[in-house]
Nanobody, 115 residues
C-alpha cells in the first residue's frame, strides 16, 4: 500500500499558474502508473492526468496543453504543473496510483481559480 501527501494548492487568478506536488511513501512507488485526480464541489472525482512508470503521459481534453504531469522515481514524487488556469479548474486535487487504491487517498490540496 502506498500513501500520499498532496501540496501546492492555493488561490490564483484566471490565467495564472500553480505547481502541485505529491510525496509518496512506500518502496514500490516506481512500479505504479501515477495520476492526479480532482473533485469539484457537487461533482464526482475525476481523473485529470496519468504518467506511467515509463514516463508516458495522458490528459483529459479540458487540460491538454495547459497541464503537465511528471514523476521522479528516485524521490517518490509526482507533480502537476498547471498553466492558464480557469475557474472551472477549481477543485480539490489528489494524487493516487492509476487505477486508484481507495485506501491510499490523501487529504488533497485545494485549488481555487478566481478573480
Amino acid at each position: 500500500q502506498v500513501q500520499f501527501v498532496d501540496s501546492g494548492g492555493g488561490l490564483v487568478q484566471p490565467g495564472g499558474s500553480l505547481r502541485l506536488s505529491c510525496a509518496a511513501s512506500g518502496s514500490i512507488f516506481s512500479i505504479y502508473a501515477m495520476a492526479w485526480y480532482r473533485q469539484a464541489p457537487g461533482k464526482q472525482r475525476e481523473l485529470v492526468a496519468v504518467v506511467t512508470n515509463g514516463g508516458t503521459t495522458s490528459y483529459i481534453d479540458s487540460v491538454k496543453d495547459r497541464f503537465t504531469i511528471s514523476r521522479d522515481n528516485a524521490k517518490n514524487t509526482v507533480s502537476l504543473e498547471m498553466n492558464s488556469l480557469k475557474p472551472e479548474d477549481t477543485a480539490v486535487y489528489y494524487c493516487n496510483v492509476a487505477p486508484p487504491q481507495q485506501e491510499s487517498w490523501g487529504q488533497g490540496t485545494q485549488v481555487t481559480v478566481s478573480s
